[in-house]
């Protein structure tokens, strides 16, 4: 009797789209478990929006002096009278790319120090999946916690939102890109280097010396600003003070979108032909699974 032989054939056996929808979901689903069993979070998501820019706040009140005359000079510079949501803002913006650095940068090694990356790497479904269901469950805690920093400025600060909430919004969303593209880039470079400390200081560093988070950038000599003009993280903050506090119209706020949306673009890329990299530079390797 002959003998019959089966032949897998490699397009049928790779998944359909929908397939990869659900372990992207999955993905998402386990890290909302995760941090729904570990609630004491929610205890950073008030405290911080509150610390972090108090002393920023407590300076510029000091510096301005006891008639606040020091706020004229800081009015031509930056545009705005209103120093205490101009540093808010940009404390915010820092907070959050800086969460997202050690959140979605650090995502693929929990995942090592969880021993549940070498088995979910031995799965079909499509490995970026995995990066991009924690960058999702993060995307909504961040949303949050920029929402209770939002409502605690007002409170608190007394900071006054005068800026469209749709264009608030869409300034929100031009933003994700870039933010979350250095993120994946970083989380891809750990998965070689098994840490990132010294380039998650880097890049906050970076941010908080040339972006202009406390003072405008106007006051920076020219160098710095030319090193500022290649961070998207400076449009980010520009667009969201005048959204927020300058009340600016979309034509107002399109450069900073178009920049936006090129940085948004080429970090993505690189985060995703980074992660390819480090994938088969760790498989060739057989360090994958080192701790």
Known sequence: MASTTYT???????PGLFAELR??????????????????????MVI?????PAGYVLSGRALAGPDGGGLQLFQQR???HDFIGFIAVGTMIWMWQNVVLWDVGFSLRNEQLRGTLETNWMTPAWRFSFL?????????MMSVFLSVAAMEYVTLFGVRLNGDPFL??????AAIPSIYGIGMAFSSLVIAAKEAHTFVQMVR???????????????????????AAWLPQTYIIHSMRSAILGGADFQALWPDFRMLLIFGAFWLVVGYLTFNW????ARRNGTLGQY
């Open 8 to 14: 897998l054939s490699p397009v049928n056996s790779r």
């Open 23 to 44: 372990a992207l979901v999955a993905v998402f689903r386990r890290e909302f478990i995760i941090m729904r069993r570990y609630p004491s979070w929610v205890i950073q």
């Open 48 to 52: 911080w929006p509150i610390i972090f």
């Open 78 to 80: 930056a545009g705005t």
């Open 132 to 140: 991009l269901g924690s960058s999702l469950n993060q995307m909504l």
């Open 168 to 173: 608030v919004l869409l300034s929100f969303l």
């Open 205 to 227: 560093g970076l941010v908080m010396i040339f972006c202009g988070i406390t003072y405008p950038i106007a006051v920076m000599p020219g160098w710095m600003q030319g090193v």
């Open 278 to 281: 480090m994938e088969r530079r």
